[in-house]
């Protein structure tokens, strides 16, 4: 039997597990990613042309390290390669002001990104929705809300960040199999990992599971409970002219009720004829697997009269195309990276909850170094598995 050996093995090559290949590469050891289909795909959770990265992350300030070294990776894999996929255009969070509401599990979401923006330096504006008016006429807040402008924020280009940070992970020597499909891990006696796939079997030092939405696939049945697979549906809509142009307008989210969905983001246009917009959801799905891939009409029309009414200026209210999505939700909105209890080579990364994407560089970076034993700033120690009551 022909058996692959590597230092490190990388299981699932999207956002989470292209960074880590990256930097791993960057050590001269025998590096390895693994993935089931050719990433990057339309089938986890990265993809749709665009992911709001933000500094002042109201989820939590000790994510703030993470984000900020990511918006330095990305800098610097747009010089590497040439290619643009950070667009640092501003951002606005809205709030209605009618009733509180939380966000990824914070209550209080609005003013917790204010204080944190405050605590880390981060320069940013608070106006109210007449400020808005003359420099955003695309929304139309209440006038009871109130909005926080952060200039650093913007968008990462999502599929080029997983295609770009593969390419310079194969650059500087790691191999990546697709259409690879690990089936599952061992112990080897002595330390080590054997991975069992359809294509055959690897052997590597340790391993970095990074498989999003498959992640209870690879978790002892005890931890499966604390992830919740979530299906997401995007919808691009038709501007008139002259509206959420890339230059002039921000991206943003908007937290207009007391309930997780009463919610909506977007971005400018890309294309000058249309803009992509949705809401979340937190209704747990069987299986990434099993999920309702197609848009029913009813969604649509639900998100036309549920979410869009009343609220923007320079839409025509109809929907172009949708796409889905998958969210690994934990109850707290956190992330899990970390080793697993009874089998230390493997380091299991769900860095989801909605809100992921923007830290993944700095995240791939720092599981990096956790693996490598190299000694880092970045930390995944807030990260750790749930203490669970047998
Ligand atoms: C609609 C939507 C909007 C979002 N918006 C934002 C945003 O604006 N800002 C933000 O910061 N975050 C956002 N997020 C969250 C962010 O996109 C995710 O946190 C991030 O993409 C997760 O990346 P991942 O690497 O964990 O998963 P994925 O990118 O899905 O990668 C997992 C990979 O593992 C592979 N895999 C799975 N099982 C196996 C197996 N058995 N063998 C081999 N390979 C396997 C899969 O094929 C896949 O390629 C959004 C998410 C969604 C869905």
Same mark, same amino acid.
């Given at each position: 039997m022909n058996i692959t050996t590597v230092d490190i093995a990388v299981i699932g090559l999207g956002a989470v597990g292209a960074a880590t290949l990256y930097q791993l590469s960057k050590h001269g050891k025998k590096i390895l990613g693994v993935d /089931? #289909?050719? %990433? %990057? *795909? =339309?089938? +986890?959770? !990265? *993809? +749709?042309e665009t992911r709001i990265s933000r500094l002042a992350v109201g989820e939590g300030f000790d994510f703030i390290p993470l984000v900020q070294r990511s918006h330095e990776i990305w800098q610097e894999i747009q010089q590497a !390669?040439? =290619?643009?996929? #950070?667009? /640092?255009i501003g951002g606005i969070l809205m709030d209605s002001g009618n009733q509180a509401w939380a966000k990824h599990g914070s209550e209080g979401f609005f003013e917790r990104t204010v204080n944190f923006a405050r605590r880390a330096d981060i320069p940013y504006e608070v106006f109210d929705n007449k400020e808005l008016k003359k420099r955003f006429r695309e929304f139309n807040l209440e006038d009871t809300g109130q909005v926080y402008f952060e200039p650093s924020a913007g968008y990462v280009v999502p599929e080029l960040a997983v295609a770009s940070q593969l390419s310079l992970a194969t650059k500087q020597g790691a191999a990546i199999k697709t259409h690879t499909k690990v089936l599952g891990l061992k112990p080897i006696s002595g330390g080590g990992v054997i991975i069992e796939t359809n294509q055959g079997v690897i052997e590597a030092g340790q391993v970095s599971i990074s498989v999003g939405a498959w992640v209870k696939d690879f978790v002892p049945a005890f931890y499966r409970s604390h992830f919740k697979i979530c299906r997401q549906v995007l919808h691009w809509l038709p501007i008139k002219p002259g509206y959420f142009k890339n230059t002039t307008c921000p991206v943003y989210m908007w937290g207009f009720g007391p309930?997780? =969905?009463d919610f909506i983001y977007g971005f400018p246009s890309l294309d000058g004829v249309s803009v992509k917009m949705a809401s979340e959801s937190f209704i747990a799905s069987h299986h990434a697997d099993t999920i309702q891939r197609s848009v029913s009409e009813e969604e649509k029309e639900n998100f036309l009269s549920k979410k869009l009414t009343g609220k923007f200026n320079g839409i025509d209210p109809s929907i172009l195309r949708s796409k889905t999505c998958l969210y690994t939700v934990t109850p707290d909105s956190n992330f899990v990276v970390d080793r697993l209890p009874d089998f230390p080579e493997v380091l299991v990364s769900s860095a989801c909850s909605g809100h992921g994407f923007k830290h993944s560089a700095g995240l791939g970076e720092a599981i990096a170094n956790n693996l490598l034993g190299i000694d880092s700033m970045l930390s995944i120690k807030a990260f750790h598995w749930p203490s669970i009551d047998f």
């Open positions: /089931q #289909f050719a %990433p %990057p *795909h =339309e089938l +986890g959770s !990265t *993809h +749709g !390669t040439d =290619e643009k996929l #950070f667009y /640092q309930n997780a =969905e």
